[in-house]
């Protein structure tokens, strides 16, 4: 059925389609030969939503009030969890949505898998078996990591209930802003409810006094919203960041991984990544670190641990994610990849310009390779690029890197772009103009790199004209003709993204 409509705009061969989707069942059943890219942002949004047990069945209630029991070397105290009333956590109360298309949880093979090099995890070995992680129940935690998911659970009741009691013009009227309330399917989105909470916690409290609901904010302070948000940011600005719309975006998805895993391997890493300016919005904020961020929460610690593993177990990259980083010039080296992963990556390269060489007659190359001067920007991923190797950091390639990329008498095309010279200074985040420029140097290599290019990192663009749909076909709208509602889409689209014809 989907071989017949693609027909429609000139596609005869569902194999020459890129597919990316979340990993929903009925995806994955329908897409398994077709080897589909799953949406890196679903998959984010899923990982944060398993380490904060945000996918409890509500089916499996244990009625038992025995004490938890946690394996001691673990460096946070066990103590024994009351049956208090207060103090309960329903699995109503941390589950994000019933009605999420995300995802099927049991791991799904990548079409084509990367033989990666061990990623090692740091911090207690407790933690490190990943399916001892993945089956850990919300109630075989502690009672300081207990606490920090009644945290959770009363920020969103006491965001619930401004809304519902119309409390959020009384707050803005007393100094605070707007308290904004998460999205049910998006789990990333409770930093952004947590934000608005901090910023007028005090006015909230107030108020809350005052309308007597003062046990809204019984489980909570100051302390322990900032060190959530502390943890949740990065997964905030990567989000935002693969989120691009019509620019390429799958050449970040192995950055951003690496960047998670790193930012996750230990307390001081979350403080060493949230003090260097790590949202990129102002230099001027908040140039101190914070007094509630220096002590780490005993209850904060399972949950970077836990989000750790969880990165490693429920997400693999494919090799499109390699190749796509390695056609960017920024980063084409992969000097933070093993030799195997690198040697992978230009095989599989190959393998695909011979395929293209078959397909078409090579055009006459031409040569014009100019050394000029190498000069990079510092941004979020400034220490993957090539040539950067940071403050004593060394670039893994070795002899063995040296004989995979150059493996012949006479150089491919490969080579070529791999050995080129150019100025980086001027090179934009964008890396198709890069391809269009030297089309006629590297004529196969580019028609690859902007095939893989095209696949984006995320299936949020799609979702959102899913959304527009929506909007524009409300009751007053039901006789709009499908031609038409196509029209006002691509309008929309291209005023959004300032396309002109």
């Not at 990623?119 to 001892?132: D, E, F, P, T, V």
């Not at 719309?245 to 970040?252: F, V």
Request: overall charge positive.
């Amino acid at each position: 059925v989907l071989q017949e409509h693609i027909v429609e705009f000139g596609i005869d061969d569902l194999a020459l389609v890129n597919i990316v989707s979340d990993r929903g069942s009925n995806f994955v059943a329908a897409f398994r030969d077709s080897q589909p890219l799953f949406c890196f942002g679903h998959r984010l949004n899923n990982i944060v939503k398993t380490a904060f047990f945000g996918n409890i069945n509500n089916k499996k209630k244990p009625t038992s009030n025995a004490p938890t029991t946690v394996n001691r070397n673990v460096a946070i105290v066990s103590t024994t969890i009351k049956p208090n009333d207060d103090n309960i956590l329903h699995a109503n109360d941390v589950s994000t949505s019933e009605q999420s298309s995300e995802d099927d949880d049991d791991y799904v093979l990548p079409s084509i898998p990367v033989k990666q090099k061990s990623r090692a995890i740091h911090g207690n070995s407790s933690y490190n078996n990943h399916k001892l992680v993945r089956k850990m129940s919300i109630h075989d935690i502690p009672l300081e990591a207990h606490n920090v998911i009644i945290a959770l659970s009363q920020c969103k009741k006491i965001v619930k209930y401004i809304k519902k009691s119309g409390l959020n013009k009384e707050i803005e009227n007393s100094g605070g802003g707007t308290v904004h309330q998460s999205i049910a399917i998006r789990w990333v989105s409770m930093i952004e409810t947590l934000e608005s909470i901090l910023r007028s916690f005090k006015i909230i409290k107030r108020i809350l006094v005052i309308k007597r609901q003062q046990k809204l904010t019984n489980n909570i302070d100051e302390k322990i919203i900032k060190q959530i948000i502390l943890l949740l940011k990065p997964f905030k600005h990567v989000i935002k960041l693969i989120q691009t719309g019509c620019s390429p975006s799958l050449y970040m998805v192995l950055l951003s991984f690496q960047t998670l895993v790193d930012t996750m391997s230990s307390y001081k890493a979350l403080l060493d990544y949230n003090f260097s300016d790590g949202d990129r919005q102002s230099k001027e904020e908040s140039p101190e670190l914070d007094d509630d961020l220096i002590d780490e929460l005993r209850g904060i610690n399972l949950f970077w641990n836990r989000i750790h593993c969880l990165l490693n177990a429920m997400f693999t990259l494919d090799i499109r994610h390699y190749v796509a980083t390695a056609f960017h010039l920024k980063y084409w080296s992969l000097h933070l990849c093993s030799t195997k992963e690198r040697a992978e990556c230009y095989e599989h390269t190959r393998k695909q310009l011979k395929l293209i060489n078959i397909e078409c007659n090579a055009p006459n190359e031409r040569q014009t390779d100019k050394p000029l001067q190498k000069k990079f920007k510092k941004d979020l991923f400034s220490r993957f690029e090539s040539d950067n190797f940071g403050d004593g950091e060394k670039s893994e390639e070795s002899d063995e890197d040296i004989e995979v990329s150059s493996h012949g008498k006479k150089n491919d095309e490969l080579d070529r772009y791999l050995n080129l010279e150019i100025d980086r200074s001027k090179l934009e985040y964008d890396p198709l103009p890069f391809w269009k420029k030297h089309q006629d140097k590297f004529p196969h290599l580019s028609r690859y790199a902007r095939s893989i290019h095209s696949i984006p990192a995320t299936s949020a663009s799609v979702e959102r004209q899913f959304s527009g749909a929506g909007l524009v076909i409300n009751e007053r709208r039901t006789n709009l003709k499908p031609e038409q509602l196509d029209n006002v889409l691509l309008i929309r689209s291209m005023q959004k993204n300032k396309i002109t014809l």
